[in-house]
């Protein structure tokens, strides 16, 4: 009987054990969070461009006379593309995607976890009016703004947010990685999965800068999704609702003689891109590694 007794007071306390560590944990992932939305948008910077038309061909815009028009630039508070709303307890952010652009962190940041959630509006301009709605986050942003084809981002990594893509990777410029992917035949797009060799995406990779995320786990229109990016060292998961659904490395970007230089930390653009998009609960933890199941995905 004692022993019986002895062993049911050693499950009672094993069992608190495991309850109070749970809560420990919990606490501590609340606390390393850092929230990055507020009221006024203290933790982020805006760029906005141009609102580009269709046919729009990457070139600089130009007025009826001929002449180049500048884009609107850093921080103009003539514009109102990204603002704030409280829905509840939560503090919202409309991007209403009317010009091209972006949110950008003012820290850079480098081994992390990255999560935000965000649903569609209804709204889309002249560009995307017979096109998917899309936005992004650029993550490890270096160097200048309006670089590339849009002239609206910073060379960057890109976790595509967009209707039946979001997942995607582009690369922003000149920036490279290394994918687990499906080669691509013919005109087809390499796709992710977890099951392939990795390959290489950039603008002058033979498999070009694009790849199809392995799946579509996005919820209905006007539901919320949560999105979460793992970033340590050169590698980086993007992860849709809670599934993996494409695994890069080797981060870098290629320099004019050719030659690659890491590319694993730098601030994160949420983009503005001709549809109206809302964003909440974005935050940000740093990491000291992945975790082990995370870790055997390379």
């Known amino acids: 009987m004692k022993f019986y007794k002895s062993l049911f007071l050693f499950f009672i306390i094993a069992s608190c054990s495991q309850v109070k560590n749970k809560e420990q944990q919990k606490l501590k992932d609340t606390y390393n969070w850092e929230e990055?939305?507020?009221?006024?948008?203290?933790?982020?910077?805006?760029?906005?461009?141009?609102?580009?038309?269709?046919?729009?061909?990457?070139?600089?815009?130009?007025?009826a006379d001929g002449e180049e028009i500048a884009p609107?630039?850093?921080n103009d508070s003539l514009y109102n593309v990204f603002t704030t709303f409280k829905q509840g307890e939560d503090v919202l952010i409309k991007n209403t995607g009317e010009y091209y652009g972006c949110l950008i962190t003012k820290k850079e940041y480098a081994n992390y976890h990255f999560q935000l959630k965000y649903k569609w509006g209804n709204k889309k301009w002249a560009y995307r009016k017979n096109l998917l709605k899309d936005s992004g986050i650029l993550y490890h942003s270096v160097g200048p703004m309006a670089v590339e084809y849009w002239r609206s981002w910073m060379l960057s990594q890109e976790f595509q947010i967009m209707e039946g893509h979001t997942g995607d990777f582009w690369s922003q410029a000149n920036s490279a990685i290394d994918i687990r992917a499906y080669k691509p035949e013919?005109?087809?797009d390499p796709m992710a999965h977890e099951s392939q060799d990795f390959i290489t995406l950039s603008m002058n990779s033979p498999y070009r800068n694009y790849c199809l995320r392995s799946g579509n786990y996005e919820k209905p229109h006007d539901e919320w999704n949560t999105l979460d990016l793992y970033c340590f060292e050169d590698k980086s998961l993007h992860v849709v609702n809670g599934e993996v659904v494409m695994i890069l490395k080797n981060s870098r970007y290629i320099v004019e003689d050719g030659k690659d230089v890491p590319l694993t930390k730098g601030k994160i653009q949420l983009q503005s891109e001709a549809a109206e998009i809302f964003f909440k609960d974005i935050k940000i933890r740093k990491i000291d590694s992945l975790t082990q199941k995370q870790s055997k995905l390379f």
Do not use: C, E, F, M
């Open 186 to 188: 013919s005109v087809l």
């Open 72 to 74: 609107i630039g850093l």
């Open 36 to 63: 990055l939305i507020d009221a006024d948008l203290t933790n982020w910077d805006t760029y906005l461009s141009y609102k580009h038309q269709p046919g729009y061909n990457g070139s600089v815009p130009k007025n």
